[in-house]
């Protein structure tokens, strides 16, 4: 899709997601392209058109499971989480009484920033990204949904487009995410919990005004 995407932008077309309606692949079909070009065209459309009933189908398999399962159901209540990212987190976490707080939650999918410490400094970097990487896609994923559609989600102060923004912080708004659906799971904390959001990431940790939850 994305490459579909790509030849209607350079034939000067760009409609998003009205390309796969009707009147949109009308349109991408009939550009005058290169044979080569063309070819490419046609068999990317034919590969969309085999994909389009298997994606089709398993959408329906996933949403008919979730139903089935109530810890799935509850976490499709929390903004940005559909029926894929609930059924994945209830399958690769498992029984939530095995952890205390969200915070083991977050260390257990390695959503934690790196810590690079020395003596009294103390610096945070990236996430280490050594967890299941699926289900840390699906959570960046759904927390970047949340940020663009509602205006509450998004950092203090932070007046750009989510997708304009640095990919370290698609993770650390995930990470607040991840916090609020280990809530809605029934765990709690045992302990204060303290994050930043938005630009005072970059900063010290002792120069961030830090926000307290119990």
């Known amino acids: 899709m994305n490459q579909l995407q790509a030849v209607a932008l350079n034939e000067g077309l760009r409609c998003k997601k009205r390309l796969w309606r009707q009147h949109g692949r009308e349109q991408l079909e009939s550009f005058r392209l290169a044979p080569w070009a063309s070819r490419r065209r046609e068999d990317l459309l034919q590969l969309l058109d085999r994909l389009n009933p298997t994606i089709a189908d398993l959408t329906q398999r996933i949403e008919q499971e979730v139903e089935k399962c109530p810890e799935a159901r509850r976490l499709r209540t929390h903004p940005g989480v559909g029926a894929l990212t609930a059924l994945a987190f209830v399958l690769i976490i498992g029984r939530a009484e095995r ?6 939650i977050a260390a257990y999918l390695e959503l934690v920033p790196l810590e690079n410490s020395s003596g009294n400094r103390r610096r945070l970097g990236h996430i280490t990204k050594q967890g299941n990487s699926m289900l840390r896609f699906l959570l960046v994923e759904a927390a970047q949904a949340t940020a663009r559609s509602i205006p ?9 487009r989510t997708e304009d923004r640095q990919s370290g912080d698609g993770a650390e708004t995930s990470h607040c995410s991840l916090l609020d659906v280990a809530q809605g799971m029934g765990l709690r904390a045992v302990k204060k919990v303290r994050f930043a959001r938005g630009p005072a990431r970059t900063r010290r940790w002792c120069a961030v005004k830090h926000r307290e939850i119990d």
């Not at 509450?152 to 750009?160: S, V």
């Open 99 to 104: 952890f205390q707080c969200g915070q083991q």
């Open 152 to 160: 509450e989600w998004r950092p203090p102060g932070d007046a750009t």
